[in-house]
């Protein structure tokens, strides 16, 4: 079952899922911290290039099914234009300033 964006309990995730969502770039980067970082597959990856590639250039939406860690991770149907729709977790660590200072994503 999915959960509504709306009802995630993390701010800085509720953000960033609707940001993904709306295909709002400057919503996105705004939750980011200064120098923020993000993995994929455990590898780590160019921020800029990856969001723009898994993104915003392809379409990317995440629809949530779980959410664990006070909000901070989750289990989301992830689709875009390149890959199609996979089963993927995503890990956040959020700064005392409320943005994202790291994400993590992969097939999950």
């Known amino acids: 079952m999915t959960i509504q ?3 995630l309990s993390d ?5 960033f899922v ?4 709306a295909h709002d770039r400057e ?9 923020a970082t993000m993995a994929d597959d455990g ?11 898994e993104i915003f250039s ?3 939406h995440m629809e949530v099914d779980n959410e664990s860690n006070g909000g901070r991770a989750l289990i989301a149907r992830y689709r875009n234009d390149t890959w199609g729709e996979m089963r993927t977790r995503w ?7 409320g943005r994202i200072a790291r994400f993590e994503t992969g097939q999950a």
């Open 5 to 7: 964006t709306t009802r």
């Open 11 to 15: 701010p800085a995730v509720r953000a």
């Open 18 to 21: 609707a940001a993904v969502n």
């Open 27 to 35: 919503a996105f980067r705004a939750l980011l911290a200064p120098g």
């Open 43 to 53: 590898d780590d990856r160019n921020l800029d290039q990856w969001i723009d590639q």
């Open 58 to 60: 392809s379409n990317g």
């Open 91 to 97: 890990d956040f660590t959020v700064d005392e300033d």
